[in-house]
């Protein structure tokens, strides 16, 4: 599975981006797409994730409430609508895709896409 992470860019606090995630390669059956981040300095910490059949799970505090993951199958893409956007969400996001059931681990995960970089200024 290759994925293509896209949809970043800088915009202001309070505003709203979507970032996607298209597979392509093998069938996206059977996989769970999870979304991390990276700011600079800072280790890879989980954003958001989807399973096949759309159960989902967020990060604490930190994002849920803002944060939507979605997934469209025949278009072998996931979504990431982030609304009410804050300065601390400035970091590079990446998708990575695992078999079957989701998980917050980075390690956990087989395939990931290149990231993309969302800038939120104050």
């Known amino acids: 599975v290759q994925l293509q992470a896209s949809g970043g860019g800088l915009v202001q606090a309070g505003t709203s981006l979507r970032l996607s995630c298209a597979a392509s390669g093998r069938t996206f059956n059977n996989y769970a797409v999870g979304w991390f981040r990276q700011a600079p300095g800072k280790e890879r910490e989980f954003v958001a994730a989807v399973t096949w059949t759309g159960g989902t799970i967020y990060d604490g505090d930190s994002v849920k409430g803002r944060f939507t993951i979605s997934r469209d199958n025949p278009k072998n893409t996931v979504y990431l609508q982030m609304n009410s956007l804050k300065p601390e969400d400035t970091a590079v996001y990446y998708c990575?895709?695992?078999?079957?059931?989701?998980?917050?681990?980075?390690?956990?995960?087989?395939?990931w896409g290149q990231g993309t970089l969302v800038t939120v200024s104050s």
């Open positions: 990575a895709a695992k078999r079957f059931i989701f998980s917050r681990r980075p390690g956990d995960y087989d395939y």
